[in-house]
């Protein structure tokens, strides 16, 4: 089967070609295989990715037990009930068991 373009072809550089047919075919699929001979382990991308998303979730971790923290003293100071502020606190230290916890579990998992 025979590939025919009309007009300049443009390569993925973004190099216009004003060679047309078979020719321009050719030249974008070399430029295909550089790309794809020339691209990073994605498995260790992934896994840089995963480590990444790991810190991200235990960092919003420590900001919701900050918040709940926060939240709790001020009701412990503002407010006249004890009991929703001390549940706040629990609450927080929770949160951050719990994320701390889930960091190191997953860390665990992906480690090499």
Do not use: H, K
């Not at 070399?30 to 998303?53: F, I």
């Not at 991200?56 to 939240?71: D, F, I, K, P, Q």
């Amino acid at each position: 089967m025979l590939l025919s373009f009309v007009g300049p072809a443009r390569l993925r550089s973004g190099v216009t070609s004003e060679v047309g047919g078979l020719e321009a075919w050719e030249a974008q699929q070399a430029v295909c295989e550089y790309t794809v001979d020339m691209a990073p382990n994605t498995d260790q991308l992934a896994l840089e990715r995963t480590r990444l998303a790991n810190e991200r979730t235990l960092l919003s971790y420590v900001r919701t037990a900050l918040g709940a923290a926060g939240a709790g003293v001020g009701v412990l100071e503002l407010v006249d009930a004890p009991a929703l502020g001390w549940l706040l606190v629990v609450a927080a230290a929770g949160l951050l068991l719990i994320g701390i916890g889930r960091f190191l579990a997953v860390r665990r998992r992906f480690e090499p």
